[in-house]
């Protein structure tokens, strides 16, 4: 039987809980060196809530786009969101808008489940379903709702990518259980400040890693995050505030890395 909401999707039980739709141009989806995911805040743990024209959202939007744009001159190709509220919809909305001056771009909706934005306001809701219509790919992570569905679809986000941004106060929640998720999984991090004090115009000069150059800051080794940081790579990154970036210590081996398991619907 078909789900009306989304009807590509079958809710047998036989079938597997990770379901794609892939819209029409047959683009192909990419592996996941090549791929980069985002994670953040939704409205309710943002200081300007859904006044969107607040200047340090704004910024942040900007801070986004500025991270989007440095991962696609490092060969990130394809982009994976989790749709949510807030943060999500501005990453989209930056991709979106990168895919229309770089047409190699792809952008996937990793959708929860298909009840997502049914209780959200009206505009969001129209503001999200517009988004997922753009995306070049949708994956359904769970056919109904769970009390897991939302960490099920933040571990497929990670595991179906090498880069995560991040836009993350440090307070505990989905977007911390995500950021946790990927240390472990050996992710390279963009550790995005949602409010940056001064109105988030620090200089590149003043940008620190906070792991030193003995250990990958700009003078250490060649790994995309680095040659990221060096001089006249990613310049875009630091307009309006240099995002930390850090690797999270030596990557598990892979028979020690943390599996995603979606079982059965």
């Known amino acids: 039987m078909k789900n009306g909401k989304f009807p590509w ?13 892939y819209k029409e141009g047959e683009k192909t989806m ?14 309710g743990k943002l200081p300007w809530r859904y006044n969107e024209e607040d200047l340090r959202c704004v910024l942040l939007k900007a801070r986004i786009a500025d991270a989007v744009e440095a991962a696609y001159d490092e060969g990130f190709r394809h982009f994976l969101c ?12 930056c991709v979106l808008a990168l895919r229309e001056t770089h047409p190699d771009v792809t952008v ?9 934005a049914d209780a959200w306001p009206a505009d969001q809701r129209e503001r999200y379903e517009r988004l997922v219509a753009a995306c070049d790919f949708e994956t359904l992570v769970s056919a109904s709702y ?3 569905c939302m960490q099920r679809r933040d571990r497929y986000m990670v595991d179906h990518a090498s880069l ?16 946790q998720y990927a240390m472990g999984r050996g992710l390279d991090i963009v550790d995005l400040p949602v409010v940056v004090p001064g109105g988030g115009k620090k200089l590149r000069s003043e940008w620190a890693f906070p792991y030193g150059e003995a ?16 001089a006249g790579r990613g310049e875009r990154a630091w307009r309006c505030a240099c995002p930390r970036m850090f690797r999270p210590g030596r990557r598990l081996a892979a028979e020690r890395r943390m599996c995603y398991s979606v079982g059965a619907i």
Do not use: W
């Open 9 to 21: 999707v079958f809710t047998n039980k036989n079938v597997c809980s990770i379901l794609k739709k």
């Open 30 to 43: 990419r592996g996941r060196q090549s791929a980069c995911c985002f994670t953040g805040h939704r409205p």
């Open 82 to 93: 989790g749709m949510a509220l807030g943060c999500d919809l501005y990453f989209c909305e």
């Open 108 to 116: 996937e909706a990793a959708i929860p489940c298909p009840t997502q």
């Open 146 to 148: 769970t009390s897991r």
């Open 164 to 179: 995560l941004i991040a836009a993350f106060d440090g307070s505990p929640g989905g977007t911390q259980y995500t950021v």
């Open 215 to 230: 250990n990958g800051g700009p003078s250490g080794g060649d790994t995309s995050k680095r040659r990221m940081a060096d």
